[in-house]
């Protein structure tokens, strides 16, 4: 072993072109006779459309929905009971659902000439009130979204436990409610998609931004009646996604649409005002929760009501269901819970359609809980951790299966919340706040803990039935005739590291240095089909199947070795990247040779297969891996100001085996920030008739470098009983525990002010209103 | 976005930009932080821009025989960031310019923009204002002066006429003994501030002035907690304490816009500046 396979930490094959500054993003790429794409998008959030005039002259260079009667209607469905429908036309037909959303497309020959175009396209809307408030939205007298389903709530899921019963006999109850804000995914490059109509081969070829072209590919066929063998989708680079890049886009249908229909390519790219008006797509839930316990703290029931704000529209594939089915089934947490009740509601309103985005609902879902199990601690006099210890599973109990039917895989939880309280020095922290000044900034701990499913498959997307469930993850091997690898992946590395921690599974396998394994990936023409890069999936599922066909190719190459080496099969042994047998050896080039260039020497009964494979995998029981993770934050919070700073974060993480650990910090640091954006700056808001209030990073605000706390990280190491290596995905996860643990600090912090906050983000203004209420004992609004 | 379509010119004196300004549609860029990202987004759409670069005289800084230090328009947040005179003046220049946005935004952003746009949240207001700094504006009919609050008028509203141009800060004398202190409250670097104080002690030059500024504030002197330091010198900035800041702040006027959650914000900025203006004299 060369001491690059699995664990270790060797440096990202594609850092060096994204360092150089050569790595190669859509809007790097220029066609000849490319035009470029400007979308008039509507500063409506909820009109009907009168009448578009195109401006004198140039009415072959606007189109709108009328120009397109073949393309249809994106429509994400979900096979659930009750789920209402909508159609999502990719540019507005009669009415405009949300501000932002695309009403015509207008070329020119640069973009300032097709916005020029733009701003003299004329609308008449008829304004209707919007809807925008997600609890107004439930009211028998709002204005409704679909007119035709005569509500606003598109689904109501339900569990039914006899918490009645509970609640009758339970020595404490605790109600509180909580509301996360709408935010953004706002990944450094925004959407973009460049087509254009290859009339030799008859065929689009459409180089997208996306977590998922093969999805894509199939969605852009489906929608413009396309056989699938006519559509091409390639991603080059892509700079991030976290889920807003995992549906098919509206602008991806509409501008190949274009480029088949001028026979001239044509590209969008996303600025960021569109990136964050369309894409504040992510969040925003009010959950109404109950928890019962008894006196030592062991949780006795839940009883949740959470709606999610969906948005206008279902997006394709995962529709508007995804985010309240996963806080339904995932309010539990890591806990042992007996008794559950809940209602998660899916509401439509006139805002973006809510999209994936990292750890969805898992974010949301985990603060309403964490901050519950503080409440619980505080009311029975206890430490937070302590509660938490009386509830979580244990090892012994694995794997578990939770009330929600979630099967827990391996770990040991407990243990990793008494290394985060070690790691913080509680005892340290309760001394300080005893001694410290009153008038001031206040210390404060705050404690989250979580389990996270990834790598979910077939079993658990069936049940929401979409119109697209997981299988097997397959990947393509090809080793060439001097040797080098090749692996080709349908899955999408996005900032993930995949062409490294793939390249480091072949190298476990055959002993070969993963820097001369070509991981290729992002071109539906060359690669396997795979559902894509999303819900921590790749590493189990892409990892699996390239360990997989490793295993198919070095059975093929021992056949081969062991004739060339004059011996049995069993005498052989791979390792270092060659077989041996005694004191002989033979590197696999020598067995790319024969195969390829040098035939006659093969054996009689060389497998016809050759040097090349698609092997497909996917873990059993597919279910999910479960990576768990104690979060600490130590804050220092102002009252007077509402300033937070973080003063000392930790994360205690067991995401089974791992292939490189810096890979994973990295994941971790980069999912922490993102958390603490979640936790402390970021929202969308909206005013009364649906205009959002961020139309730049001035006003809609992520953490940058400065904000990032320095951050410690531990790591336990369970491997998963069901995946390859014991490998379980983790890529979500860390975004999911900061506004937990931070909000829980602040709350311990603010305690003898009487201060419980139940909001994100823990904005100075909203913070200073909550000690403010708390003063005058009203609540916090 | 990209900007609509717009024409330009770079005069080369000062009363050729002051007429080309008065044109209708007219913008006047210096460093244009402010005016390009407004383009950019179509929010303004000026027909003609008159770029200011060619001005190079309003690019100075220059010390009276008065004593008082004149900040040509065109100087950049950079430029004062760096200025190394020595001094306390200088000092609290460098540290507000310091604190402006990021460095990129300070290489090109200038004083007199800052001024001319009269963004409420801009650091240089509420700092020039704790100085009892004055605007210079120059037009067809000459120079003219005027307090900067009283040239402040409102968010993006001053008292600049049509034809004229902002050429220089005028910041008056001030001692070796000069205490300066500024504080703000920001959602993170770089940001905007949702409000910002300044605190300036002179006991040589009986300069005593606190000021405020913010989203919801024209910056501006608060006269009740000046004329409190004016009396009560540092001992009283080291000892003022928040609940006594909130209640002066209901007797200032002009601070009907503040509610009650930006109030207390205010207070606290406000008491951490003063007690800052204390600790150093102390130091």
């Given at each position: 072993m060369n001491g690059k396979g699995v664990g270790a930490s060797v440096l990202r094959k594609e850092d060096r072109r994204h360092l150089h500054g050569e790595g190669r993003f859509t809007a790097d790429l220029r066609l000849p006779r490319m035009v470029e794409v400007a979308f008039l998008r509507s500063p409506h959030a909820h009109a009907r459309i009168r009448a578009i005039r195109k401006p004198d002259g140039a009415e072959g260079r606007v189109f709108t929905l009328a120009d397109m009667p073949e393309v249809k209607p994106m429509r994400g469905i979900a096979k659930l009971d009750g789920f209402r429908a909508s159609d999502w036309p990719v540019l507005a037909g009669d009415k405009v659902r949300y501000a932002g959303e695309a009403v015509a497309m207008c070329i020119g020959a640069s973009r300032a000439e097709a916005e020029d175009l733009a701003a003299r396209v004329e609308v008449d809307y008829e304004l209707l009130p919007a809807v925008v408030d997600l609890i107004a939205a439930q009211a028998p007298d709002s204005p409704i979204v679909h007119e035709e389903w005569g509500t606003n709530v598109a689904l109501a899921l339900k569990r039914d436990d006899d918490i009645e019963a509970v609640a009758a006999s339970a020595p404490v109850r605790i109600s509180k409610s909580f509301r996360m804000a709408r935010q953004g995914a706002v990944p450094m490059e925004g959407k973009a998609v460049l087509a254009e109509w290859d009339a030799r081969r008859e065929q689009l070829v459409v180089h997208a931004s996306t977590q998922i072209p093969h999805i894509t590919r199939t969605g852009i066929a489906v929608h413009l009646g396309l056989p699938q063998n006519k559509v091409r989708v390639i991603a080059p680079d892509v700079g991030g996604g976290f889920g807003a890049k995992c549906m098919v886009q509206p602008e991806e249908i509409s501008v190949a649409w274009l480029a088949r229909h001028l026979r001239r390519p044509a590209r969008w790219v996303e600025d960021r005002r569109e990136n964050l008006i369309c894409g504040a797509n992510a969040r925003e839930h009010h959950h109404e929760v109950t928890l019962y316990a008894d006196r030592e703290g062991r949780i006795l029931g839940l009883d949740a009501r959470m709606a999610i704000d969906a948005g206008a529209y279902s997006i394709w594939p995962f529709s508007s269901s995804l985010e309240a089915g996963m806080a339904g089934g995932t309010l539990p947490g890591p806990y042992h819970v007996p008794c559950y009740r809940h209602r998660s509601l899916t509401i439509v309103s006139n805002k973006p359609p809510l999209a994936p985005y990292r750890s969805v609902a898992r974010a949301s879902v985990c603060f309403s809980l964490e901050l519950m199990m503080d409440a619980l601690a505080r009311e029975l006099g206890r430490e937070p951790w302590e509660i938490r210890m009386a509830n979580l599973v244990g090892p012994e109990r694995m794997p578990y299966r939770s009330i929600t039917n979630k099967l827990f895989d391996s770990g040991d939880y407990p243990a990793c919340m008494k290394r985060a309280v070690e790691a913080v020095n509680l005892p340290a922290i309760r001394a300080a706040q005893a001694s410290q000044d009153r008038d001031g900034a206040r210390l404060g701990v705050g404690f989250a803990f979580y389990s996270e499913q990834a790598a979910h498959g077939t079993s658990v997307f069936a049940g929401w039935g979409g119109p697209m469930v997981p299988g097997f993850e397959q990947a393509t091997l090809k080793i060439n005739p001097d040797g080098a690898l090749e692996i080709r992946t349908g899955l999408q590395s996005h900032g993930q590291g995949m062409e490294t921690t793939l390249a480091q599974i072949a190298a476990q396998e055959l002993g070969i240095d993963p820097d001369e394994v070509a991981v290729l990936h992002g071109d539906t023409e060359t690669s396997p089909y795979s559902a894509g890069t999303y819900a921590s999936r790749s590493i189990v599922m892409g990892g699996g199947a390239v360990a997989t066909g490793c295993r198919t190719l070095a059975a093929r190459m021992t056949i081969i070795a062991a004739h060339l080496l004059q011996t049995s099969r069993e005498q052989v042994t791979l390792r270092d990247g060659a077989f041996h047998a005694g004191l002989r050896s033979l590197p696999i080039r020598e067995i790319a040779r024969v195969w390829y260039l040098n035939p006659e020497e093969l054996p009689e009964d060389a497998d016809r297969g050759g040097l090349e494979c698609t092997a497909a995998y996917r873990p059993d029981p597919d279910t999910g891996t479960f990576t768990y993770a104690a979060h600490a934050a130590v804050v220092s919070a102002d009252p007077g100001t509402g300033e937070v700073k973080v003063l000392d974060y930790v994360v205690v993480e067991?995401?089974?085996?791992?292939?490189n650990p810096m890979v994973v910090d990295g994941q971790v640091y980069g999912g922490v920030v993102q958390g603490i954006g979640t936790a402390l700056l970021e929202e969308m808001a909206y005013d009364a008739s649906g205009a959002p209030s961020g139309e730049t990073l001035l006003e809609y605000l992520i953490p940058g470098a400065v904000e990032a706390p320095a951050m410690r990280l531990d790591r336990m190491v369970t491997p998963s009983p069901w995946s390859e290596y014991g490998l379980k995905g983790m890529g979500e996860g860390p975004a999911i525990g900061p506004p937990a643990a931070i909000g829980n600090a602040i709350n311990d912090a603010w305690r003898d002010l009487g201060v419980e906050v139940d909001y994100t983000p823990l904005s100075p203004r909203r913070l200073v209103a909550s000690v403010l209420a708390a003063e005058g004992g009203r609540p916090a609004s | 976005m990209k900007p609509a379509p717009f024409d330009y010119v770079r005069p080369a004196s000062l009363s050729e930009a002051c007429r080309l300004r008065a044109e209708p549609g007219a913008a006047a860029l210096a460093g244009g932080q402010s005016l390009v990202p407004l383009m950019a987004l179509r929010k303004a759409q000026p027909s003609r821009i008159v770029d200011l670069g060619g001005l190079g005289a309003l690019r100075q800084i220059e010390t009276a025989a008065s004593g008082e230090t004149r900040i040509g328009a065109l100087i950049t947040h950079a430029a004062l960031e760096d200025w190394?005179?020595?001094?306390?003046l200088p000092a609290f220049l460098r540290e507000v310019a310091r604190g402006i946005a990021f460095r990129s935004v300070r290489n090109l952003g200038t004083i007199g923009g800052s001024l001319a746009h009269a963004d409420p949240r801009a650091d240089w207001l509420c700092a020039l204002i704790a100085l009892s700094a004055r605007v210079e504006m120059t037009g067809p009919d000459g120079a003219r002066v005027l307090a900067v609050e009283d040239f402040i008028e409102g968010p993006g509203q001053t008292a600049l006429d049509a034809d004229a141009l902002v050429t220089a800060a005028l910041i008056p004398e001030t001692s070796q003994a000069l205490i300066c202190v500024h504080a703000k409250l920001r959602p993170k670097v770089g940001a905007f501030a949702d409000l910002l104080t300044a605190a300036a002690f002179d006991p040589a030059t009986g300069l005593a002035r606190v000021s405020l500024g913010g989203a919801a504030v024209t910056p501006r002197a608060l006269p009740a907690l000046s004329e409190a330091l004016l009396r009560g010198g540092l001992a009283w900035a080291s000892a003022v304490t928040r609940a006594k800041i909130e209640a002066a702040l209901a007797s200032e006027a002009g601070l009907d816009a503040l509610d009650a959650v930006d109030r207390r914000r205010a207070a606290a900025l406000i008491e951490r500046c003063l007690h800052r203006l204390g600790e150093r004299h102390a130091a």
């Open positions: 067991d995401c089974g085996t791992v292939v | 190394e005179a020595p001094g306390p």
